[in-house]
């Protein structure tokens, strides 16, 4: 089954499920600490719901009916424990572990949390200088700890173990989630390059000339090696942009949700900026500084085709 199949089913399922069913509390949950109660005993929302919005018990049901429960249980992982933390007004998290509650049995990892912000965008557009309040992923980490890098899947730069393979599943429920919240965009900045590249069918980078450097790494870089090998080469300062040290600088990526902040992406004037980076820039890799890293490179890293 393709990511299209994959979402259209989920997007069916999250259909299905009921402002009730994700906001449910268990009896478990009800038992409150005092600061969690207002003087006439009602709920505070932030301290129980994930995002204001979803139950413990809620999440654990959309996880069963999105499979994800199962697919790692494919993996090898069959006792599994979910950690929301909500004490944070401001960052949420919400931690999958198999086994223990330790950080060598982590497998899912995210903090999320409603950011206003204010686009001041190089166009003149209905959100340039506006605020409004996205959904932004502070940190994901999906790993599988059992798993072992190979020459199909070597390692990234930031990766400690394998990826789950499962970060699409997480991509939906965090799209569903903002369209249920009423969020005009979710906000990503990756850290490396390979992150913003992995996200570039769905986001797209607010500032034009950061969009169109990445397309232009993707095609002068990624039309003849391996992201890896892209990735490792960015990562370790081994890539001339223009003739010149390239250095991996991160920035905003969106993923529209709408109507004015993705008229914002498909403005033709946002594309013609996007276009004129893009063939403004060339890129290659450093053949010295290239020789020097492969001469030293991790065996676990190394893509075999």
């Excluded at 903090?111 to 200088?129: F, H, M, Q, W, Y």
């Excluded at 490792?232 to 010149?244: M, T």
Aim: glycine content about 6%.
């Amino acid at each position: 089954m393709n990511w299209l199949s994959h979402f259209r089913r989920l997007a069916s399922f999250s259909r299905r499920l009921s402002e009730h069913q994700l906001r449910h509390l268990e009896d478990w949950e009800m038992e409150l600490s005092e600061q969690t109660l207002f003087g006439d005993g009602s709920l505070e929302a932030p301290g129980l719901y994930f995002l204001g919005y979803y139950s413990r018990s809620g999440l654990d049901l959309v996880f069963k009916k999105y499979g994800f429960y199962e697919d790692l249980r494919e993996l090898g992982y069959r006792d599994l424990k979910m950690v929301m933390k909500t004490d944070d007004p401001f960052s949420h998290r919400l931690a999958l572990y198999n086994e223990r509650e330790d950080p060598e049995h982590l497998l899912t990892d995210l903090v999320a949390r409603r950011k206003t912000i204010t686009l001041n965008t190089p166009i003149d557009c209905e959100i340039s200088g506006r605020q409004f309040e996205v959904l932004f992923i502070e940190w994901l980490t999906l790993q599988n700890y059992k798993g072992k890098f190979s020459g199909e899947r070597p390692r990234l730069p930031g990766q400690k173990y394998p990826g789950l393979g499962l970060g699409w599943v997480v991509l939906e429920f965090l799209l569903m989630a903002s369209r249920r919240l009423g969020f005009p965009a979710i906000l990503n900045i990756p850290e490396y390059f390979h992150n913003a590249q992995i996200y570039a069918s769905h986001f797209h980078f607010a500032d034009p000339v950061m969009e169109g450097r990445r397309q232009a790494i993707e095609r002068d870089l990624l039309s003849v090696h391996p992201l890896g090998d892209v990735a490792w080469a960015i990562d370790q300062h081994c890539v001339l942009e223009n003739g010149n040290p390239f250095q991996w600088s991160i920035s905003g990526q969106f993923l529209p949700l709408s109507a004015p902040v993705k008229a914002y992406f498909n403005d033709p004037r946002y594309r013609r900026m996007v276009a004129e980076a893009r063939e403004g820039h060339r890129y290659m890799l450093d053949p010295d500084a290239w020789a020097r890293f492969q001469a030293a490179r991790p065996a676990d890293t190394v893509y075999i085709r």
